[in-house]
């Protein structure tokens, strides 16, 4: 008997019409589709008319499901893997089970689309040759202000994902660590109504975050020392 495929699928990181052709036709054809939460997924799958099994596939059952789906696989069905927005593995669960078909010579296939720290980066005006993705930097001050002193001379572009309970401190780690005049680039609720991508010196930054309304997950890219807009 063949064995099935796994299928990484990028889903919208918000409007769902950013969904590729191929995207629809590869969750139409996997029957079982593993998402990071059924109740965000499922509004995907009826927007397109998909019909498959939605299987629960998180940080906290990551190791059980993975054992689950590899054994599918290799009875012949087909899994997609897809996370609540943009593309399995980047900062969300799907590197365990990729893991594991490689070590079991499943074939995994990439259906590539939105990714939240690529949509930032071309819009945010800073430096686009050399970025280093490095995730959410932390929930406590001392674990962010660590990666922001290691990474300081870095000279590339930072990228960092950061929630909406802590944009405002992460950002005054930043003016603490970087100085005033350091370049950042904050973009939230990308491709939805209220999508703000700003660019200015950190000091301006934090004076027009006080104004807006924090809400949902953010993009901070932060500009090498030397650059200037």
């Given at each position: 008997m063949?064995?099935?495929?796994l299928?990484?699928?990028a889903t919208p990181?918000?409007?769902?019409?950013?969904?590729t052709?191929?995207?629809?036709?590869?969750l139409?054809?996997c029957p079982?589709?593993?998402c990071e939460?059924?109740?965000?997924?499922?509004?995907l799958?009826k927007?397109?008319?998909?019909s498959?099994?939605l299987?629960?596939y998180?940080?906290k059952?990551?190791?059980l499901?993975?054992?689950?789906?590899i054994?599918?696989?290799?009875v012949g069905?087909?899994?997609?893997i897809?996370?609540?927005?943009?593309t399995?593995t980047?900062s969300?669960?799907?590197?365990?089970?990729?893991?594991?078909?490689?070590?079991n010579?499943i074939?995994v296939?990439?259906?590539?689309?939105p990714c939240?720290l690529?949509?930032?980066?071309?819009?945010?005006g800073?430096?686009?040759?050399?970025?280093?993705f490095?995730?959410?930097?932390?929930?406590?001050d001392?674990?962010?202000?660590k990666?922001?002193?290691?990474?300081a001379?870095?000279?590339a572009?930072?990228?960092?994902y950061e929630?909406?309970?802590?944009?405002?401190?992460f950002l005054?780690?930043i003016?603490?660590v970087y100085g005033a005049?350091r370049?950042v680039a904050i973009?939230?609720?990308l491709t939805?109504i209220?999508?703000?991508?700003?660019?200015?010196p950190?000091?301006?930054?934090?004076?027009i975050?006080?104004?807006m309304t924090?809400?949902?997950?953010?993009v901070?890219?932060?500009?090498?020392?030397d650059?200037?807009l």
């Open positions: 063949n064995q099935g495929q299928f990484v699928v990181i918000g409007n769902l019409d950013d969904i052709f191929r995207a629809i036709e590869i139409k054809r079982i589709i593993a939460d059924t109740r965000v997924s499922v509004n799958l927007k397109f008319n998909i498959a099994t299987l629960p998180h940080d059952n990551e190791r499901q993975t054992e689950y789906l054994q599918k696989i290799k069905v087909s899994v997609a897809i996370c609540d927005a943009g399995p980047i969300d669960p799907g590197f365990r089970i990729v893991r594991e078909c490689k070590k010579n074939e296939i990439p259906i590539p689309g939240a690529t949509a930032a980066l071309s819009a945010s800073l430096p686009t040759n050399h970025f280093l490095l995730g959410f930097p932390g929930h406590k001392s674990e962010r202000v990666i922001l002193e290691k990474y001379a870095f000279e572009t930072l990228i960092f929630s909406c309970h802590r944009i405002g401190k005054n780690n003016f603490t005049s370049i973009c939230k609720e939805k209220h999508e703000a991508i700003l660019t200015a950190i000091a301006d930054i934090l004076i975050v006080k104004e924090i809400k949902g997950e953010f901070v890219l932060i500009a090498p020392q650059y200037s």
